[in-house]
């Protein structure tokens, strides 16, 4: 009982504190005129230390993976069941994400350092030609998609979307379960 309040706040201000350099790096490195391609390793190592930091935080004490990850994958596949199942796959792999436009008023600073996918789930068309094109550039990270389009309790499979499987390139599906025995 009395670490739990003491891990929260640690683990929370690492994030903040991580996320908030990466941001302002990005922001300065846009102000010199860097390129965008230089530091990114860099930049998402500290993301993802803040990740840690923050799952820490909320109970998640380690992240356990199964089989191989085919580092020729340019598709990313997964199960959605909470907010943070992006940062979970980030951590474990490096992608972009394919995120709904309601966050980037929110997490522009976070998510720009992956070169995020916005879409916008009220518009038909359009959504799987951005997809396609972040796919086939090979400059970019591997995209991580949730093809179902939308959390669940994993309790019911929704129809998939498409888009993740038009491409040539190879689809890696990945897994998330969560067991938080400290939350």
Same mark, same amino acid.
């Given at each position: 009982?009395?670490?739990?309040?003491? !891990?929260?706040?640690?683990?929370?201000? %690492?994030?903040?504190?991580?996320?908030?350099?990466?941001?302002?790096?990005?922001?300065?490195?846009?102000? @010199?005129?860097?390129? !965008?391609?230089?530091?990114?390793?860099?930049?998402? !190592? &500290?993301?993802?230390?803040?990740?840690?930091?923050?799952?820490?935080?909320?109970?998640?004490?380690?992240?356990?993976?199964?089989?191989?990850? *085919?580092?020729?994958?340019?598709?990313?596949?997964?199960?959605?069941?909470?907010?943070?199942?992006? /940062?979970?796959?980030? @951590?474990?792999?490096?992608?972009?994400?394919?995120?709904?436009?309601?966050?980037?008023?929110?997490?522009?600073?976070?998510? *720009?350092?992956?070169?995020? &996918?916005?879409?916008?789930?009220?518009?038909?068309?359009?959504?799987? +030609? $951005?997809? +396609?094109?972040?796919? *086939?550039?090979?400059?970019? %990270?591997?995209? $991580?998609?949730?093809?179902?389009?939308?959390?669940?309790?994993?309790?019911?499979?929704?129809?998939?979307? !498409?888009?993740?499987? %038009?491409?040539?390139?190879?689809?890696?599906? /990945?897994?998330?379960?969560?067991? /938080?025995?400290?939350?």
């Amino acid at each position: 009982l009395f670490l739990g309040p003491i !891990r929260a706040i640690i683990g929370i201000a %690492l994030f903040i504190i991580l996320c908030s350099f990466s941001a302002g790096f990005r922001w300065l490195q846009a102000r @010199v005129g860097i390129p !965008r391609k230089y530091f990114k390793t860099f930049l998402l !190592r &500290i993301v993802q230390i803040g990740f840690r930091c923050l799952f820490l935080a909320f109970g998640h004490l380690y992240i356990r993976g199964k089989g191989e990850i *085919d580092k020729e994958a340019r598709v990313v596949i997964t199960n959605h069941t909470c907010f943070h199942d992006a /940062m979970i796959i980030s @951590v474990c792999r490096d992608v972009s994400v394919v995120s709904k436009i309601e966050f980037e008023r929110y997490f522009k600073w976070l998510f *720009d350092i992956v070169d995020p &996918i916005y879409v916008r789930r009220d518009v038909s068309g359009g959504q799987t +030609k $951005l997809i +396609k094109e972040h796919i *086939d550039n090979k400059d970019l %990270l591997p995209i $991580l998609i949730f093809p179902e389009g939308t959390r669940t309790n994993g309790d019911i499979l929704l129809k998939f979307h !498409r888009s993740p499987f %038009l491409s040539e390139y190879k689809v890696q599906p /990945m897994l998330i379960r969560y067991w /938080m025995p400290l939350v």
